[in-house]
C-alpha cells in the first residue's frame, strides 16, 4: 500500500498513492461484511473477524479491489465440528 | 475596430468568474471533511456505552498501530455500520465497514496509520438509527508521514 504521500529516492516526487480501497468478505455467497479502506490503514493491512459458522459449515471469501481496479479473491471451506 | 475594454470594465466583467468559483458546489464539497474533525466528533455528544478501543498509549512509530475494537451495543439495538476516524489524519477516515446483517456484537482488529498523536474515534451506527462513539488517545513519537518507510 502507498499513501500518495511518501516521496521518492530524489525526494521530489511523490509516490503515486496505491491503496486497497475495498475489502467484501462473504460467507456461503452471503455478503458478511463490506469494508472501505482509507490511506490510514497501515502499508501491511490486517482486518481480523470473528465469524460465526454455520451448523453445516460453510465457504469463505475474500475479495479485495485496489484503486488501479487490481482484484483479487481467496476463499477457504469452514468445517463446524 | 478598437475594443471599447478598459481595464476597469475588464474587471467588472470578469468579476462573476471569481465569485462563480468562490460559491461553486465543488468549493464546499470538502465540508464532508469537517464531519470528522475533533470538534465535530465531540460536539455530537453520541454515548460511548458498548464501545471498547484497545490502542497503545504510546507508539513509537505512527506507520503501523495495532488497535482492536470491540462494539457491543448496551441496548437492543445491532451493530449495522461504523468507521475509525483518525481526525488529524490527512484522509481522516481511517475504515469504514458496513454490514449488510446487523450483528450483536462485533469484534476486530487492524493495524493503523496515524500521522500525529491524536484521539482516534469509532462511531458505530446502529440498527435503531442510533449512533455511539468512543475515542482513545494515542501518543504517536514518530509520525506516519515523513517517514521513509
Known amino acids: 500500500m502507498e499513501t500518495g504521500y511518501r516521496l521518492g529516492e530524489g525526494g521530489n516526487d511523490r509516490i503515486p498513492k496505491n491503496i486497497i480501497e475495498n475489502i467484501v468478505i462473504k460467507l456461503n455467497q452471503q455478503v458478511l461484511m463490506n469494508a472501505d479502506l482509507g490511506t490510514g490503514i497501515a502499508a501491511n493491512p490486517l482486518l481480523s473477524i470473528f465469524v460465526e459458522v454455520p451448523k453445516d459449515g460453510g465457504m469463505i471469501s475474500v475479495e479485495w479491489r485496489d484503486d488501479l481496479g487490481k482484484q483479487g479473491r481467496a476463499e477457504k471451506m469452514l468445517l463446524a465440528i | ?149
Open chain 2, 1 to 149: 475596430m478598437r475594443p471599447n475594454l478598459s481595464r476597469r470594465l475588464l474587471l467588472l466583467h470578469t468579476s462573476w468568474l471569481s465569485m462563480a468559483t468562490f460559491f461553486s458546489k465543488d468549493v464546499f464539497s470538502q465540508s464532508n471533511v469537517d464531519s470528522y474533525s475533533q470538534k465535530h466528533l465531540k460536539n455530537l455528544n453520541l454515548k460511548s456505552e458498548g464501545i471498547t478501543i484497545e490502542i497503545p498509549p504510546l507508539a513509537d512509530t505512527g506507520n503501523s498501530i495495532p488497535m482492536s475494537i470491540q462494539i457491543q451495543p448496551t441496548s437492543s439495538a445491532k451493530v449495522q455500520s461504523f468507521e475509525i476516524i483518525a481526525p488529524e489524519n490527512p484522509n481522516q477516515m481511517v475504515l469504514r465497514v458496513t454490514l449488510p446483517n446487523p450483528q450483536k456484537k462485533l469484534k476486530m482488529a487492524t493495524r493503523i496509520r496515524l500521522a500525529l498523536s491524536q484521539d482516534v474515534w469509532v462511531v458505530a451506527k446502529l440498527d435503531d438509527g442510533t449512533s455511539i462513539a468512543q475515542s482513545a488517545n494515542c501518543v504517536v513519537t514518530l509520525n506516519a508521514c515523513f517517514d521513509a518507510t
